[in-house]
């Protein structure tokens, strides 16, 4: 972003003289049931007068702000212009698996995809990002994410801030690491800088003199942070991963893992043409949290800003807007955690071979397998889930389509900022433990699976990451007959429906991590069907397209 040409949707009520700083960019928003995401290469001017490579969604880097209404069906259409295969996950987000994003739902380059869902979740900060098997670090490294925002009635009906970009801002933290010239690097775990909505530390953010909303969320692939103002003003948490808390939490410090939100309200009024600085206090964050200090001690420090304090942004308050907040709402939402009594227990042990390993990591002693569903449980059940770490760091656990309750911490009820529904949860590092109660509600598939994983995106790529089956009596009949037969495709396979398979010239197989496998060429071949033999065993998705190139159909298929 130029400094002289930023993406700022502030009204010019309140603009404040700022000379010579960068102002902090937000995200445009979108509202409606159906949405557009382009996932694309840009370049974004991080550093004065030097184009950086990114990868954003409608943009340059990260992505527009999805506003979704709790019960509405919407659709979301992916566009991949990557020229690689990508996925795009909506973390956070209650739904069927194969609308999730998940590793097994890829998208191949030059293709949409088109999930169709009800918006089932609270009034929350949600947020969307790559999740291709083995590479979702490398594309969220250089910059695709975006915020999703759900609103309810629930929530509406409370007086909160919610004038987005005004009063209710998205902020997303990132750390990264720049080489030399200035480009992210995409598989190193330095991290000598970090951004907020994309743009260098220090930037100024104009918030105006009233009760303020800001939703955080920290985009890294690997640091945590614990944020806190300068003079140490108190603010409230209101909001975690999945929904609002019971009541607000005052707080002067807030750690935040990979992938985990918050939503903090920071009271202005009064301060018309203060500035405040927020900052990062990695000196206080336990040890063995990645960019706090490390668990051996000594000179093995990874990263530069490792276990240092530093400012992280300004706020600059302007005068307040007609209708401010000003109060805060001394009771929010009820939360009520899942009774356990009958809960089915399973335990994750996340594990490190040597145990100071710090990138060959284990769940439950085994790396992810795509073809390995790692256990299968059953619709409408309650489970209670010890996620203990012998690791020397911590790791933040992410569960797929659903949100949990975490149960205690190291044996203790958890703080009151992590009563309500969260999707990521830290594992404190050696012998830490973690219990979470979950409720697999809605959605059942005989064969697509849903992800449980670190959100340390090397440590998930390199196999922490396990996957489960929710299964239903209904569901364990399976799919529907086939409907139709690609006549140059496998014989047997199941086809959608309502598809023209007369159209069908070239039939390509990827597997799940984009690679073509297989070729066929109704010209070359005849009307012979697809060999498939001599593949290994796995799930594989055929792109049928017709003599124009266009894409007829793609179909996914286990080779048994
Ligand atoms: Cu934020 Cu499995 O992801
Ligand atoms: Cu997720
Ligand atoms: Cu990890």
């Not at 009063?167 to 933290?173: A, G, T």
């Not at 909303?213 to 692939?221: A, E, Q, T, V, Y």
Request: hydrophobic fraction near 40%.
């Amino acid at each position: 972003m130029k400094k002289t040409a930023i993406t700022w949707l502030v009204s010019g009520a309140f603009a404040v003289s700022v000379c010579g700083q960068t102002q902090i960019p937000i995200p445009p928003a979108v509202e409606g049931t159906t949405f557009d995401l382009a996932i694309q290469h840009g370049t974004s001017e991080i550093f004065p007068g030097i184009q950086t490579q990114t990868i954003g969604y409608n943009g340059a880097q990260l992505g527009t702000t999805l506003i979704l209404q709790k019960g509405q069906t919407v659709t979301l259409n992916v566009h991949n212009q990557l020229g690689d295969t990508t996925t795009t996950h909506w973390h956070g987000l209650h739904l069927a698996p194969k609308n999730d994003g998940s590793p097994h739902t890829p998208i191949m380059a030059g293709e949409t995809w088109s999930p169709s869902f009800e918006v089932m979740d609270n009034a929350a900060t949600y947020w969307y990002h790559p999740h291709l098997h083995g590479k979702t670090l490398k594309q969220v490294v250089r910059g695709a994410a975006g915020f999703i925002i759900v609103r309810d009635a629930e929530e509406a009906a409370l007086a909160l801030p919610r004038t987005y970009g005004v009063d209710d801002v998205p902020l997303v933290f990132q750390w990264k690491t720049f080489d030399a010239a200035k480009q992210i690097v995409e598989l190193d775990e330095q991290d000598n800088e970090v951004l907020v909505n994309g743009v260098l530390r220090g930037g100024t953010l104009n918030l105006p003199a009233q009760v303020v909303r800001l939703r955080l969320l920290n985009g890294s692939s690997h640091r945590y942070f614990d944020f806190g103002f300068a003079n140490s003003l108190a603010f409230k948490q209101i909001g975690g991963d999945g929904g609002l808390l019971d009541a607000p939490v005052s707080m002067t410090k807030l750690v935040l893992a990979p992938g985990e939100r918050a939503e903090i309200l920071v009271d202005l009024s009064g301060k018309e043409g203060q500035n405040l600085t927020l900052r990062q206090f990695g000196t206080q964050l336990p040890q063995g949290y990645p960019g706090g200090a490390m668990m051996m001690g000594g000179g093995s420090m990874m990263g530069v800003l490792d276990n240092t304090d530093f400012d992280l942004m300004k706020i600059a308050v302007a005068a307040p807007t007609a209708g401010a907040v000003t109060t805060i709402p001394a009771a929010l939402t009820v939360n009520t955690p899942y009774p356990q009594a009958g809960a089915a227990s399973r335990t994750f042990g996340l594990t490190a071979q040597p145990m100071m390993s710090m990138d060959n990591f284990f769940i439950n002693g085994a790396k992810f397998d795509m073809e390995t569903v790692n256990f299968t449980t059953e619709l409408g059940k309650t489970e209670v889930w010890t996620l203990t770490n012998s690791t020397m760091m911590a790791h933040p656990f992410h569960v797929h389509g659903l949100s949990f309750y975490v149960v205690s911490v190291n044996g203790a009820a958890p703080p009151a900022n992590m009563k309500g529904w969260k999707d990521v949860v830290t594992v404190p590092p050696m012998t830490g433990s973690v219990k979470i109660a979950l409720r697999f509600d809605d959605f059942a598939d005989p064969d697509m699976p849903y992800m449980y994983h670190c959100h340390i995106l090397s440590h998930e790529d390199a196999g922490m990451m396990g996957q489960f089956l929710v299964t239903s009596p209904a569901s364990a009949t399976g799919e529907a007959a086939p409907n139709s037969v690609c006549p140059i495709c496998i014989n047997s396979l199941p086809m959608p429906s309502g598809v023209d398979f007369s159209k069908v010239v070239r039939a390509e197989v990827f597997d799940l991590a984009g690679r073509l496998v297989r070729v066929h060429e109704k010209g070359n071949l005849g009307g012979s069907p697809l060999d498939v033999s001599g593949l290994p065993t796995g799930t594989y998705l055929m792109k049928m397209s017709d003599a124009t190139g266009k894409t007829v159909a793609v179909q996914r298929f286990f080779k048994k």
